[in-house]
């Protein structure tokens, strides 16, 4: 989880692959954000196998990864997509490079270094990643099935708890 403009976002992926921040349009509406939020990107996003999709266009959000004495924020630069995905928000790796972040996919956890010398870390809640995965694999091949899954949704913050003492780095 990470926070995003006031809100926790869940069904985040850390992907070192990716070369973009991605908030997906399903997301991206319900931070209460609307089009006239966004700046103008011009062209297209292409994925791995070739595929192009269009961007909605681009904003740039302070984002906090970690709570409490973990807590670090980042300003990132997302492109919004209008495609249905599993995934709320995908984190790419300039973003991962520039939290210093080390990942652990056995683990499912990701540590970074804290400002004041000590190290942050976010522990991904294994039985509920379990449980998303199953999901998503189930709908694939299924007729009728086009709007992909959706495990959680995003979750708004009431107050500030857990959030205090977020330390800001580059």
């Known amino acids: ?5 006031s809100f926790n976002v869940r069904r985040v992926l850390l992907d070192r692959g990716s070369s973009a921040d991605i908030i997906y349009g399903d997301a991206f509406d319900q931070f209460g954000l609307t089009d006239k939020d966004l700046m103008p990107y011009t062209g297209t996003l292409v994925g791995f196998s070739g595929e192009q999709v269009w961007v909605r266009g681009y904003l740039d959000v302070d ?16 492109l919004v997509l209008q495609v249905i995905a599993s995934y709320n928000v995908i984190i790419g790796r300039n973003t991962l490079n520039r939290l210093c972040a080390v990942i652990s996919t056995a683990h499912l956890a990701v540590e970074y270094p804290l400002i004041c010398g000590k190290v942050g870390k976010i522990v991904v809640d294994q039985r509920r990643a379990r449980e998303c995965y199953n999901n998503c694999l189930s709908m694939y091949g299924k007729k009728g099935v086009s709007d992909g899954h959706r495990c959680h949704k995003i979750e708004i913050l009431e107050g500030s708890q857990g959030w205090s003492g977020v330390q800001g780095q580059g």
């Open 63 to 78: 984002t906090v990864f970690g709570i409490d004495e973990n807590a670090n924020l980042l300003r990132v630069r997302y």
């Open 1 to 5: 989880m990470v926070r995003i403009n």
